[in-house]
């Protein structure tokens, strides 16, 4: 089994401020972890993803992630958030046993103020 | 870049009426899915498919159903549309089953139903 919890509906922040957005996962199986972002009236795009390579991982837009095995945590980040950051963000785990559908969480709303 | 193409960005059906959404990815990937987005409930997966002519059903099929005839193209059905079933479709593909692979997401497709 797995799931995934991201810890704040909603996120708030000034630009030019850092951005973090906090997800705990759980699963049966080394988990594959994914983040993606959805800009309004548009799909999914993927912003970064962990698979057991290293813990610290980086995507686009200047995000990066850590996979924190010992916090079951894949907290997404980014120093300076800009307006063009205001978006949905989503965490997605995905085991490696079973049928690997993934989990997505309900989302976090980012809102970046100027 | 791998892209998946659903036919309709907005659409607006009468209670009753069948219901097509198509989706094309153009990157011969296996696997093909079928969600729902709502406000407060994330995604939620409706149907899934691993290869031509085969179909699984996700967290909530009923009132729907697919079809994979072409690696390509995954389409959902709505039998009989119903005002519940206003909500964002979102078609996503993945290369193939594992934890290691990401999804594409289509640009989604708005369904209003009167």
């Known amino acids: 089994a797995q799931s995934v919890t991201q810890l704040d509906s909603h996120v708030s922040v000034s630009e030019g401020t850092p951005v973090l957005l906090r997800c705990n996962y759980s699963?049966?199986?080394?988990?594959?972890l994914f983040w993606y972002v959805q800009h309004p009236n548009k799909g999914l795009q993927l912003l970064l993803k962990?698979?057991?390579?290293?813990?610290l991982v980086k995507g686009i837009n200047g995000f990066e992630a850590e996979f924190k095995k010992s916090e079951t945590s894949f907290h997404l980040t980014k120093p300076s958030a800009h307006m063009s950051d205001a978006a949905e963000y989503f965490c997605?785990?995905?085991?490696?046993?079973?049928?690997?559908?993934?989990?997505f969480g309900r989302g976090t709303s980012l809102i970046v103020h100027p | 870049d791998v892209k998946v193409t659903q036919s309709s960005r907005y659409l607006v059906k009468r209670t009753g009426e069948k219901v097509f959404l198509e989706c094309v990815q153009d990157?011969?990937?296996?696997?093909m899915f079928w969600y729902r987005q709502d406000p407060g409930l994330g995604l939620r997966l409706i149907y899934f498919?691993?290869?031509?002519?085969?179909?699984e059903k996700g967290d909530i099929p009923e009132g729907y159903s697919v079809s994979r005839e072409k690696k390509e193209r995954f389409s959902l059905i709505l039998e009989s549309a119903s005002t519940n079933q206003t909500s964002m479709y979102l078609c996503?593909?993945?290369?193939?089953?594992?934890?290691?692979?990401?999804?594409?997401f289509g640009s989604g497709t708005r369904l209003t139903v009167v």
């Open positions: 990157m011969d990937h296996e696997n």
């Open positions: 996503a593909s993945s290369l193939r089953q594992g934890p290691v692979y990401g999804y594409t």
């Open positions: 962990y698979t057991s390579a290293a813990t």
């Open positions: 997605v785990v995905r085991g490696s046993g079973g049928s690997y559908i993934p989990t």
């Open positions: 498919s691993y290869d031509v002519k085969m179909k």
């Open positions: 699963s049966s199986y080394s988990p594959s």
